[in-house]
């Protein structure tokens, strides 16, 4: 009967344990869209959650049913699934990345248990035993997930994680289950006695660590190939921005040149209104060319020719929604590359342009661009609908604000970087606010 109460106790701490890290991974790693959820139906997928944890350690306790076993096993591999389908949308690579989770933490359990014979701090062990290393384990990954969290990775972990496939998941789970059937058989084999012990334990343990390695060098082609594609992503982007402010210089550039050739012939009709006494006539014919002479006209000086070419880019584009730009400050010239200033202007603008696209009546985007010495500060304001959620300074998927502020947030940190600088975002009162600092 004490056996048995050191099963569930184990056993709920595990349960604990892996609520934790399960919280962490899908609110900060794993973005998942979200949906409304009372606290009620949240108590009773928690309480689903345990029972099975229970009926699992039951079944190991007893044995008394070996189909209830197996049902038991089934469930307690997926159980998580219950308290994330109340709150959130379940994708299909959820269910294998649960699987692989508690696969994982079996392993890793039974490879402390290898360890600690290896030191000297452990005989071999069987049964309650083995699910307290395996709580240990479960314990050691809930640490490197905090650390992630603390050296701000989430990042990088989000990307490989969503970027895996249902293919990739199957492949591990196999590897980490052919891995985890033979430590577990390992100790039941027959082993001849001029085979020593401790090399099959050495053996068990470099499988393990072949299989993590497979694992991680998977993880980094995963990381440099998603790399690579926001690399050819930024690439393109950067192409399209330049042509596209490029051509409108070029088309204001020929306004100017057709006013110009046309100046001579206005001005000489102008004369013989003056002379034949039509002042009326006159004057509203110089109203025409004031007019028409304001067309040609940059709306923007900051500067900076390229960022005088993005800010009335933009301007087009935003008056399209019924929202004005007001630019304040000056831009700095040559210290930033044209190609960073095309980007970083393009993506700040971009989202604020398509945040007020989501509202209705005019609306205004702030832009204050402050130069002192060797700082530059840049800072866009814009409404939105609803305030955004934003956690280690980026802003959290959801379905309501998904194409708010997106990826282009990430290619403004880039450009950040690259001048030994930094990127800070705020939403407060439906007032997203994005601040470029910037050594040049």
């Known amino acids: ?30 973005y998942l869209e979200k949906k409304p959820y009372t606290q009620g139906r949240m108590v009773v997928a928690i309480l689903l959650y345990f029972a099975i944890i229970y009926l699992y350690s039951w079944n190991i306790i007893h044995k008394d049913s070996i189909p209830l076993f197996f049902i038991s096993y089934g469930l307690f591999y997926f159980k998580y699934l219950l308290v994330l389908h109340v709150r959130n949308r379940i994708t299909k690579t959820v269910p294998f990345f649960l ?26 062990a069987r049964g309650i035993w083995i699910q307290g290393l395996e709580v240990m384990a479960a314990i050691i990954f809930a640490i490197a997930l905090m650390a992630l969290l603390i050296y701000r990775k989430t990042w990088n972990v989000s990307m490989w994680l969503s970027s895996l496939s249902i293919g990739q998941y199957i492949l591990y789970i196999l590897l980490i289950y052919i891995a985890l059937l033979v430590q577990s058989g390992i100790y039941r084999l027959n082993i001849p006695s001029n085979v020593p012990e401790s090399a099959i334990e050495k053996m068990s343990i470099a499988l393990v660590l072949i299989i993590i390695i497979v694992t991680l060098q998977t993880m980094v082609i995963i990381d440099q190939r998603n790399t690579m594609e926001e690399s050819l992503e930024l690439v393109n982007e950067q192409m399209e921005s330049a042509t596209e402010h490029y051509n409108e210089m070029i088309q204001k550039d020929q306004e100017v040149k057709k006013f110009r050739h046309d100046i001579k012939n206005l001005l000489l009709v102008l004369r013989t209104l003056i002379v034949d006494d039509k002042n009326e006539k006159a004057l509203a014919y110089m109203d025409e060319m004031q007019e028409s002479l304001s067309k040609t006209v940059k709306k923007y000086d900051t500067g900076n020719f390229m960022a005088d070419a993005v800010l009335n880019s933009k301007d087009t584009k ?39 696209t989501k509202l209705p009546g005019h609306k205004e985007i702030r832009i204050d661009s402050i130069l002192k010495k060797n700082t530059w500060v840049l800072i866009v304001q ?22 708010l502020h997106g990826f282009g947030l990430k290619n403004i940190e880039r450009v950040a970087t690259k001048y030994d600088g930094v990127m800070q975002i705020a939403c407060e009162n439906s007032i997203f606010k994005t601040r470029v600092t910037m050594n040049i």
């Open 318 to 356: 935003a008056a399209e929604y019924d929202t004005s730009l007001q630019f304040d400050g000056f831009v700095p010239v040559e210290r930033v590359k044209d190609m960073d200033m095309v980007i970083l202007l393009s993506n700040l603008l971009d989202n604020a342009i398509e945040a007020c």
């Open 99 to 124: 699987f692989y989770y508690e696969l994982l933490v079996a392993v890793l359990g039974q490879n402390l248990h290898f360890f600690l014979i290896e030191l000297g701090l452990l005989r071999q």
């Open 382 to 403: 814009n409404p939105t609908m609803t305030d955004a959620i934003i956690e280690n300074n980026s802003v959290q998927t959801t379905k309501e604000n998904k194409n």
């Open 1 to 30: 009967m004490g056996e048995e109460i050191y099963y569930y106790l184990i056993f709920t701490i595990s349960g604990l344990v892996e609520l934790f890290s399960m919280h962490i991974i899908f609110s900060r790693f794993m």
